[in-house]
Structures are given as structure tokens and as C-alpha cells.
């Protein structure tokens, strides 16, 4: 008689502003990322998953909860003080109503732990992450925090934390054109990010003879800036021609193409030392680990400056390969992210898939990997047949991003085809584009002018799955603005 098989536990990492062509594994020739790419060739690499929204706090609520940005509670980075006064930190929280993958999990007896930027509801508000599920949270709970990578404080559960008598900022004024740019001045006491690993490590040991849930959401490459000297120091010094002097934000640098790439690079390291953890507590092979990234790398700064915002480089580093734009797009550079999922046993390994899929899967796929009930009224599909190899996601439902920030934008994937349309936030909203991503995935040749039967698919689509959030308002002109007959939200 064959042995049951073991219990199913889930680790979801989640980097911060990692572009698509960050990894090794996705292109990238410069920032060696060993551990990621050992991590591709033991299971399945996805080409086109993309992330729950251009920017972090809704592309986390898209995840957490399986709704998509026309159904999400969150659906910009708004600050939670806007709408409730009593908090001085934290993003705009999730509802009561609000269930997410930690409180599915939770509920069928798994142990559930948080590591990272959370984004989604200040401590003591109905989007605490004590209350979304997380027996365990330890990190930022709010994204302007973690800005600094050596805050003065980080939560664990409901209590504040003193990590730094001396804290730094994320931020500072442009310094002068004659003044030197020194390290020493940015660098703390303690680095955050090597306390959140740690303590992820600490709950794979502790409950390694226990059912979990694991969800691991690192800061880095998000700036500022921060990296610790001896990060910094394995990369070239001939890289950096010049110093960056904050003209696009944040702290300065005096090596900010060699920072940016020792936090991916430190990022990688993270996800080694929890697989060694996984490892060594025995578990590694009964553990589904997914990673992949919330949006694309960092846009550009000002008009007129070198450096994207923070300082980062993704020219110098191809960070999104030939796609188009960057964080805060709904074009694919600002949506599509790496995604790698590992199962032995399960996931064949070494396997690329060209799947398109996104956030809103997420939880329906953990439901059926983890034998729950899953939730009705969801906007994802299980992509669990597929990492399996059990069948292909042949009915693939369109997928919707619904994004009221950076001037308004939506964009609809119908099977190949992206349906885009900017400013609608403006006095002159833009013209709905079309896209052939299987021709044209840096999505240069603009078919809109012969793509009139889709892009009435896309209105009618856009009628039908945008409610209204009036924290989040939205109006897409032709959908349901005065002179719509759309009578979706009667």
C-alpha cells in the first residue's frame, strides 16, 4: 500500500520592481542571479505572466484575493491616512469582506507566515495582516517605510520593532553638482532585508513538521538605494561614469549602477538561503515555491535626466528586454514579470511555458495545488493543470488591468491581443490602441485602425467586469461615462 503523500506547503516570493530581463534566466547579462536560475531549471519558467497591476499596493491586492482590477478593493497606491485619519502609516486597507489566500490557508489548518512589505492596510485596520490570515507578519507595513532599507522600526504583528537608534532615509534633497557623494553617509546600523530572511528561515524550522504557508515579499530592487558596501564591491567599478545625485528622487549614490544590481543580486541570494532552509529542514520537496515580481523595473525620472527614479539604470541593464515601458504602464514593460514555479515530483523541471496568466491565478491555483475549496466569484484561473502538465489552460479568460493612476490606463488581453488605453485621467484621454503580442510583443505596431471588432470586445468586457470603487474612480470614456448606455453599475 502506498504512503500518503505529504502535506503541501507554499512559498510565495514576491520581489519589488523587478524587471522582466532582471534574472539570468530572462536574458540578463550582467547581474548574475545563480539561485534564480538554479531555481528555473528545477521546474517551470512562464514567458508571459504578468502582474496584478503596473504599481505595488494593487498588483498585491490582485494577488492576495484572485480579483483582477476591475472587481480589487485596491487599485492604486493611495495612502490609508486619505480616508481614515487615524493611521499615519500604511496603505489604503482591505475590507473585512475582503478574503485572501492567508485566510484559505489558515482556515484549513495550515500555519501562515508574512515577511516583507505588506501594502494592504495598516496595523490595526481592517487590512492588518494579523486579520487577511498571517498567524506571523514581520516586516514594513507600509511601502513609504520601506523605502529606507534602514528604517528605525519594522512590525512584528501588532508591535513595533526598534532595528535602528539611527535610522536613514530613503530620501533626501538633489545634492549639489560639487559635493561628494560618500556611501558611509546612506549606510545604517542594521539592514532590514537581512533580518526578514532571517526570520523566514527561523518559521520554515520552526514548522517544518507543520503544514505552511509562506509568503515572502522582499523589498529589493525597489529604491532607494541601500545595498551594503560588500554588495556593492562585487560589481565593476568602471560601470559607473558618474555618481547619482538624487535628480530623480531618493538618496544619492555614489555607484548607482553597481547598487542597483548588488540588490538583485542580494535578492537572488535570499531566495538561496531559503531554499537551503527548505533543504535542511527536510521539506524542500513537498514545498510548491513560486516566484516572480509585482510590476516592471523602475520608470524614468524627469524630463532631461539621466538616471530612472531612484537612480536605477535599466537602459544600462535591459531590464525589460524589447518590451515596452516600465512601472506605472499598463504596457507589457510595466506588467509582464518573471514567474518560476518548482515542485519535484509535479512541475517537470527545466520546462518553459508560454502560458499567459497573471495575478488573479494565483489563489484558485494554491486552492486546487493545496486541495481547498476554492472561492466562487473569482476573476483568475487554476493554473495548477498546466504546471503540472496535466492539460493546457485552453480556455484562457481575457485579462484586465484597471489602473485610475499615472494619468488612468486600462488594458484588455484578449488571447494575443492587447487592447491599451492611456490618460483617461487627462482633459484629452487617448485613443484605444491594439496590440499583436504574437507579432509584436514590444508592442510597436499599433493595428487599431483594422481592430474594430475587438475593441468593442474590450468595451463590452470592460461594461461587464469594472464595478465601481469610489476610493479608486475611474472613467473610461465609451464605458461608463454619462453618454454610455452601459447600465452595469444600475
Known sequence: MAEPAAPLNVVFILADDLGWAELGCYGQKKIPTPNLDKLASQGMRFTQHYSGAPVCAPSRCVLMTGRHLGHAEVRGNLQAKR????????????????????????????????????????VGSTGDPNKKGFDLFFGYNCQGVAHSYYPATLWRNAEKVVINNQPKSGHAPKASSDSEIKLEDWVGQTYAPKLMVAEAEKFIDTNKEKRFFLYLQFIEPHVAMHPPRESLDKFPAEW?????????????????????????????????????????????????????????????????????????????????A????????????????????????????????????????????????????????????????????????????????????????????????????????????????????????????????????VIRQAEQLLKAQVSDNKFFPLTIPGVNDADSSSDKNK
Open 322 to 453: 524589447d518590451l515596452r515601458g516600465y512601472k506605472g504602464s499598463v504596457y507589457e514593460g510595466g506588467i509582464r514579470v518573471p514567474m518560476i514555479a518548482r515542485l519535484p515530483g509535479k512541475i517537470n523541471a527545466g520546462t518553459v511555458n508560454d502560458t499567459p496568466s497573471y495575478f488573479a491565478d494565483w489563489l484558485p491555483t494554491l486552492c486546487e495545488a493545496a486541495q481547498l475549496k476554492t472561492p466562487s466569484a473569482l476573476d483568475g484561473q487554476s493554473l495548477w493543470p498546466v504546471l503540472t502538465n496535466t492539460a493546457a489552460l485552453t480556455n484562457r479568460k481575457p485579462m484586465l488591468w484597471v489602473f485610475p493612476e499615472y494619468g488612468g490606463q486600462v488594458a484588455v488581453r484578449i488571447g494575443d491581443l492587447k487592447v491599451v488605453r492611456e490618460k483617461l485621467n487627462t482633459k484629452q484621454p487617448g485613443a484605444w490602441e491594439v496590440y499583436d503580442l504574437l507579432k509584436d510583443r514590444a508592442e510597436t505596431q499599433d493595428i487599431a485602425a483594422t481592430s474594430a471588432a
Open 83 to 122: 480616508n481614515f485619519p487615524e493611521f499615519d502609516e500604511g496603505q489604503h486597507p482591505l475590507t473585512e469582506n475582503a478574503v485572501t489566500i492567508a485566510q484559505l490557508f489558515r482556515q484549513a489548518g495550515y500555519v501562515t507566515g508574512a515577511m516583507g512589505k505588506w501594502g494592504l492596510g495598516p
Open 240 to 320: 559607473d561614469t558618474q555618481a547619482y545625485r538624487g535628480e530623480s528622487g531618493y538618496i544619492p549614490h555614489p555607484r548607482p549602477r553597481a547598487g542597483y544590481a548588488a540588490m538583485i543580486h542580494d535578492l537572488d541570494s535570499y531566495v538561496g538561503r531559503v531554499m537551503n532552509a527548505l533543504d535542511k529542514a527536510g521539506v524542500a520537496d513537498n514545498t510548491l515555491v513560486i516566484f516572480s515580481s509585482d510590476n516592471g523595473a523602475t520608470h524614468a525620472g524627469p524630463a532631461g535626466t539621466t538616471f530612472h527614479i531612484g537612480g536605477a539604470d535599466p537602459v544600462f541593464f535591459n531590464s525589460t
